[in-house]
Structures are given as C-alpha cells and as structure tokens.
C-alpha cells in the first residue's frame, strides 16, 4: 500500500460510523483522467459532503453507513461545463409567466444532460441572478451557475437590443461606474459586446472602442470579475483581446495575427459553434426558406468554421460555450462534435469542457477534473468519447456536489 492510500485508509477507519451517513463510494468500471487525457480501469472515487475524498484504484474498509453507487463499466468524467449559455429571461411584465421563476425548466434541462455548470452571459431583468440564488438555495434544480446579469453595449448594438438596453454605454456615460452597478446588482462576469450580430455573413464593425472596452476591464478586474467579450469582426476581436479581455464569444472572423496574440495572452476563445449548424438545418426543414437566406447561413458557417480551425491549429486557448437559447438548451454537448471536426483531438474537447471551462470560469479549484477536494460533479456515460465524442449527446448518471439527480444505471 501506497503512502497516500496507507494515509486514506487511516483517516476512513478513523471517522465515526455515525459521521459516515452522507460518504458515498462510486465503483467505476472507467475514469476519465483528464489531466492525462488517459481512460482508467477499475477505480473508485470516493465522496463526502458534497466533496470528492478521493479517486483511483483504492481498495480499503469503509465505515459503516457509506452508501455505494455501482456504475458497471460505464465510462465517468467530471461534470461538463458551458462557458457561454442563456437560461433565463425575464418575462414581459404582465404575463401570467412572470409569477414564476424564468429559467428553471430550462436549467433542470442542461443539468440533466450533464453540465453541472455553466456561465450565463447575459440576461434581463436580473433572470439570471435570482436563478442562480434559486439554484444555490436548493429551491431549483440546475447546474452551478455564474450570472452576468445585461450585457455592455454600444446604443443600438448587439448588447443594447438584445437585453433590452439595461447597459447601455451610451455617449458621456462612466463606464466604470456602470461596471460597479452590474457587480453591486450581482454580476459574477461582466459581458459586453465588441461587435457583430449573432449569426452573421459578413464581419461588421467594430461597435466599442479599444478605450472603451479597457476601461470596462479595468473596471471589472477591479472587482476581480473576468471579462467575456461577445466580437465577430476582425477589429472588434482585436479591440477586445487587446484591451484585456479574458475570452473571446463566437469569434466568428478572427484573424491569424489576432490569434497568435490570443494565444500569447491566453486569451480564451469560446467559439459556439453548433448553434450554426442548429439554424442551417432549421431553416432547411421549413418549407419556403429563401435560397438566399439558406445561402447566408451556410456561408456563415464556412467562413466560422475556417477561422476557428486555424485558431485551434495555432494553439488558441478553447474552452466549450454553446449560446444555448438559440437552440434547444439540452443539446449543448452537440458542441464538442464540432470542436472535433475542426481539428481539436477528442480528448482536448473534452477538456474545453471541464478543465480549461474551469479554469476560465476561475472555478478550477472546485470543478473540471475529478481528483481530491474538488467538488463531486460527475457524469457517466456509455461508449468512449475519446473514440467518438457524441458518446457525451447521451448522459446517464449525474452527480452535482455530491448529490444523484440522475441514474439510468439504477436497478
């Protein structure tokens, strides 16, 4: 026995058995390690109080009243991560909805396909927020979630027409100050948007100043809140990634010397993909979609795809975002097809999905890899992403901080 399971084993006999009642053993038939990128056989991860103990090929007495889940030869990884989605909206006043908590079917959904977090960038009326608080207080069942709150944007840009402009940076406006009152209302991420519109065919200007977005990135920084930067044009991603961002959304026509500095910087692209995909095979099953707007949307997608493959060929930094509300929210694991097709190996997709989403999220000390004193979030699936990453479409166990909202593995 190893030093470190002979010190595992001591600290386990050494609980008392009454202190056991919430330890959970998972025998797992395979493990992900993500760090290695290697599948490992015949391991237990080991959970208390909503933390992993420990994980590996440990054998040793548990105390009495552990509680033990066998998941077969099923493969398990940590919790998946969406860095770019939308669960919540505000209702328009007046509706019978807004009795009700927006979002919370929405999130039950994601969560049940595995992603135990994700960031929200952007919402209105606050939807977002009171979801998030619904969500840590236990009265919704969703991922783990952080919260932007409306996104910064220029009058009449991408920012100020779709969040209904509550941030509008607007001429003479202190943008500084507009940043604290985002992170006073409860903005875990400031959002803003460079430039572009959501699916577009041609690159666009940009619609923030270099100045402007520094000053909305010294602002949040200040705060200790990272900055996600929504940008399509080649000025607009490079206003943004130069003046300090920390991720890039979509990205759709990023150049290759704005890359390389991306990738110098560390600068995360997000490029959410699939939604692409979503709308071309939407708009080619309805009947009487003009052949110029099926026309637009391929284009769309071609000229993204092309610039995103050479982005992940330079080595830009990726992590998985989906823009999830533009297409079903459930379906977000459909991204890391994509990643794949464009070049990433299956195993770095899976990480764009946990480890390197953690690390850009600042969570990598709680989620991303399954190892000790990280927080429980698990999922298993059949089949081996590593072989075909669509394994991923179809989770069947989920574990979110040490508690089961799902098993298909049940007897």
Known sequence: MSPFHAALAALLLAVPAAAADDMVLLNVGRLFDVEAGLVRKDQVVLVKAGRIVAAGDIRFKLPAGTRVIDLGQALVLPGLIDAHTHLAWAPPAGTAAGAALAGTDEARTTLMAGFTTVRNLGSTGRADILLRDAIAAGRVKGPRLLAAGPGIGAPGGACDQVFGGEAVAAPGVDLGALVDRLVANGADVIKLCAGGGVVASQPGTAELSREQVAAIVTAAHRHGRKVAAHAQGPEAIANAVCAGVDSIEHGAFLD??????????????????????????????????PAARLAALAQARSEAHAHVRRAIALGVPVALGTDATVFPHGLNARELAVLVELGLPPADALRAATLHAARLLGLEREVGVIAEGRRADLIAVDGDPLRDVRALEHVRFVMKDGQVVKNEYAP
Request: aromatic fraction near 6%; proline fraction near 3%.
């Open 256 to 289: 290759e010397a704005t890359a390389r500095e991306m990738k110098r910087r560390g600068t995360v692209l997000v490029p959410t993909l699939y939604r692409l995909d979503w709308a071309l095979e939407q708009a080619r099953a309805a009947a009487g979609t």
